[in-house]
Each structure stands twice: as structure tokens, then as C-alpha cells.
């Protein structure tokens, strides 16, 4: 089973940027998918952008597009979502993912999770 920690939430003005970081322990294997998911009070949680093990394709979320990057460093174990041009609507607790997931941005498809990390955007 895949264990997960994310880190680098925080609070951030309109227009600038934070870089999320989720460290993955466990055994990565090779179909494995990683995604980044928020959630706001009072809404359901959201597939922000994901990422294969092995082939290193990304997949986005209409909201993350153009401006969200996700990134896998294997060496490292480091699952990482750079957000630039952050918008209030940003603000949610953003967790990271691990599973065999088909339908990568559908989180029923995830088995591990972390505990989340609050991103606060400010107008």
C-alpha cells in the first residue's frame, strides 16, 4: 500500500503562486496513478490533475488548465502540483491520491490518501 504526506499549503494574494509537495512511500508500481484532489466546504471534491507512474502523462481538470502543473520525481518519491495565478475559487484543502485508477480524475477510483493541505487565496 501506497502512504502519503502532503506539505507546502499556506495562504497566498490573488495572482500568485504555491507549489504543493506529497511525499509517496510504498511500493510504486507500474500502473500506478497519482492525482491531486480539493475540496471546499460544502462542495465535493475535486479532480485538479494526475499523473502515471511510468508514463509521466499529465491530466487535467478544466479549473487547473493552464495553470496548474503536476509533477513526479521517482527518484525522489515527490508528487508536486505547482499553482500559479491562484484565484480565490482556488481555496480548498488539496490532498494527493494513489490508486489503479482508470478514470484518473474520478476519486472513487483512488485507494490511498493523505490528510490534505489547506490552500487559502486572498482577493
Keep these: ?59 487535467y481538470g478544466d479549473s487547473a488548465k493552464g495553470r496548474f502543473t503536476i509533477a513526479f520525481d521517482n527518484s525522489k518519491k515527490m508528487l508536486y502540483l505547482q499553482m500559479n495565478n491562484l484565484k480565490p475559487e482556488d481555496s480548498a484543502m488539496y490532498f494527493c491520491a494513489a490508486g489503479r485508477a482508470e478514470r484518473i480524475l474520478d476519486q472513487n477510483q483512488y485507494t490511498s490518501w493523505g490528510q490534505g493541505t489547506q490552500v487559502t487565496v486572498s482577493s
Design 1 to 59: 500500500e501506497v502512504q502519503l504526506v502532503e506539505s507546502g499549503g499556506g495562504s497566498v494574494q490573488a495572482g500568485g503562486s504555491l507549489r504543493l509537495s506529497c511525499t509517496v512511500s510504498g511500493y510504486i508500481y507500474g500502473d500506478l496513478a497519482m492525482a491531486w484532489f480539493r475540496q471546499s466546504p460544502g462542495k465535493e471534491r475535486e479532480g485538479i490533475a494526475a499523473i502515471r507512474a511510468v508514463s509521466l502523462s499529465p491530466y
